[in-house]
Nanobody, 124 residues
Framework: QMQLVESGGGTVQAGHSLRLSCTAS????????VGWFRQAPGAQREFVAA????????HYADSVEGRFTISRDNAKNTVWLQMNGLTPEETAIYYC?????????????????WGRGTRVTVSS
C-alpha cells in the first residue's frame, strides 16, 4: 500500500515559479514510475510530467515542455516538479501518482496510487 503526499502548492503571480513535492509516507517510491497530473475545475485530469522508475527518462506534456522539470531522489523517497513561467491557465489541483509500468506513465488509468493533490493558483 502506498500513501502519497503532495506539497508545495500555493498562489503565485503569472510568470513565477513553484516547486511541488511528492513524498511517500508509506511505501517506497523507488519501486515505481511517478507522474504528475493536474485537474482544473470542470476539466478532466491531464498529464503534466512523468519520470521512469530508474529516473533515466522523463516525459512532459507539450504545454509544459521547457518550463517544467521533474526529478526524483529515491534515497529521499521524493519526486519534485519544478514549474517555471506559470500561467493562469495552469491553475489546478496537481496530483502525483505511481505506476509500476514505465510504459504507462502517460495515462492516468495506468496509475495504481494517487495522492490527494495540492492546489496551485496562478493569478494574472
Amino acid at each position: 500500500q502506498m500513501q502519497l503526499v503532495e506539497s508545495g502548492g500555493g498562489t503565485v503571480q503569472a510568470g513565477h515559479s513553484l516547486r511541488l513535492s511528492c513524498t511517500a509516507s508509506e511505501g517506497m517510491l523507488s519501486a515505481y514510475a511517478v507522474g504528475w497530473f493536474r485537474q482544473a475545475p470542470g476539466a478532466q485530469r491531464e498529464f503534466v510530467a512523468a519520470i521512469t522508475l530508474s529516473g533515466t527518462e522523463t516525459h512532459y506534456a507539450d504545454s509544459v515542455e521547457g518550463r517544467f522539470t521533474i526529478s526524483r531522489d529515491n534515497a529521499k523517497n521524493t519526486v519534485w516538479l519544478q514549474m517555471n513561467g506559470l500561467t493562469p491557465e495552469e491553475t489546478a489541483i496537481y496530483y502525483c501518482g505511481v505506476t509500476p509500468r514505465d510504459w504507462g506513465v502517460l495515462w492516468a488509468d495506468e496509475y495504481d496510487y494517487w495522492g490527494r493533490g495540492t492546489r496551485v493558483t496562478v493569478s494574472s
